[in-house]
Structures are given as C-alpha cells and as structure tokens.
C-alpha cells in the first residue's frame, strides 16, 4: 500500500482459533488442546531518492495456546491429565535492512534483533492420582509418588548485524551476533534424580567472508568464496 511518493507498506494479520479436537474426561474440559494466535508482520519500504532504500519489518507473535495431547492408551482423542498443559509464544522481532548504490559501489547493511518468551509445559505422567492407584496399575503414591508437570520456561533475546560491500565483481562482508538464553525447567529428569533445571546460554558469533565473481564467458562464470 502506497502512503506516499517514497513510502509503502504492506500489513498482514493471521488469527487463528481452534477447540483442538480433544476431550480431558478428567477435567471434563472439551478445550483442553485448544489454540489462540495471533501473528502480526509489518513492513515499511522508504526510499528517499534514488541512491538508497530502507526496508524496516516488524514481528509480533502471541501463540496463546493450551496443551493436553498424551494419552496412556495412545487413543488421541481423550485425556485423562490432571495438569493442564500450555504451548505459549510470545516474540517480538525487527529487522532494518538498508541498501546504497553509489556508483559501482553498492553498500547492503542489515540489522536484527529479537526477543522471544516460551512457555512448554504438559502433564509429565499423562494421567492423574486415581487413575495410577487403580486396575492394572495398582500405583502405591504413598510409597513413590508418581504425579507430576513438565514446565519449560524460556527467554530469548537474539541481535545480529551484517554489513556487505559490493564493488564490481568482488563482495565483502562482515556478520556479528549476539545470543542469550535463559531455561528453566522442572519435571522428572534423569530417572527422577533432578528435577528443577536451570541454563544460561551466552553466545557471540563473528564471520568475514569474501566472494570474487569472474565470467569466463557469456554463458559461464567462476565464484571464489
């Protein structure tokens, strides 16, 4: 959509809403796999003059979702879980890609960044107290409980920034990143020895790269990387 001589855009919105096909008879909840999402993406193309343009996109991504699925007897239809599961999904991103053209010299610069809260998490024992103590399982709680969620809970943030220089037939380049992630998780892990786990990832990345474009003739070329 053109909003003026040198700017445009183009907005899409998705909205999506199921009952997610499954019955918790234990819950007596018909909605208990159920979806609600949302997932917005804007973009913004200026271009001020002829020599360069400037490409600005945004995301935003709400997964509100619920989370009940397993079934003991593999059924796929009906639960028994005393614990309500969620699949949640929460993102923010945007990009800026910038493009110059000056003369043979064409100047490509993109940055990024964006931040993401996950939260998984479903019935670890697929079913409830009364149904582990009777026939044919005969589950003793009071001896070794067996009744528990798995929670995965998780932050994100991710920057990135790329510059590429173009001139003739040579390209160079320069990409950095930055990561963080934070987890955690609890539920029954390791054969029930731990069951609270928590992780932080810090991850940076750096890279130049070259790439030399040589035509041997009309119809052919050789890149060298």
């Not at 003026?4 to 999506?16: A, C, F, H, Q, V």
């Not at 909840?29 to 996109?57: G, R, V």
């Not at 493009?99 to 996950?118: A, E, G, V």
């Amino acid at each position: 959509y053109t909003l003026t001589e040198k700017l445009s855009s183009n907005i899409s919105l998705i909205k999506n809403d199921s009952e997610g096909y499954i019955k918790n008879t234990y819950l007596e909840d018909e909605n208990s796999n159920s979806k609600d999402e949302i997932l917005t993406k804007i973009k913004l193309l200026y271009s001020p003059n002829n020599f360069s343009k400037y490409l600005l996109t945004y995301y935003y991504i709400n997964l509100d979702n619920k989370y009940d699925a397993w079934t003991i007897d593999n059924n796929g239809y009906n639960t028994l879980s005393d614990y309500q599961g969620t699949d949640k999904n929460k993102t923010k991103a945007f990009s800026l890609k910038s493009l110059f053209n000056l003369n043979q010299l064409k100047i490509t610069s993109i940055t990024s960044y964006s931040n993401n809260n996950i939260d998984y998490t479903y019935d670890g024992d697929w079913g409830n107290i009364e149904m582990w103590e009777l026939e044919p399982f005969n589950w003793d709680h009071s001896v070794y409980p067996w009744d528990f969620p798995d929670i995965t809970n998780r932050k994100r943030e991710l920057a990135s920034q790329e510059v590429r220089f173009l001139f003739k037939n040579t390209l160079f380049g320069i990409f950095t990143s930055k990561l963080q992630e934070k987890d955690h998780r609890k539920g029954y892990f390791f054969s029930g020895n731990w069951d609270d786990m928590k992780s932080i990832f810090d991850i940076e990345n750096t890279a130049l790269y070259t790439q030399y474009k040589h035509s041997l003739t009309e119809l052919s070329n050789i890149n060298v990387s």
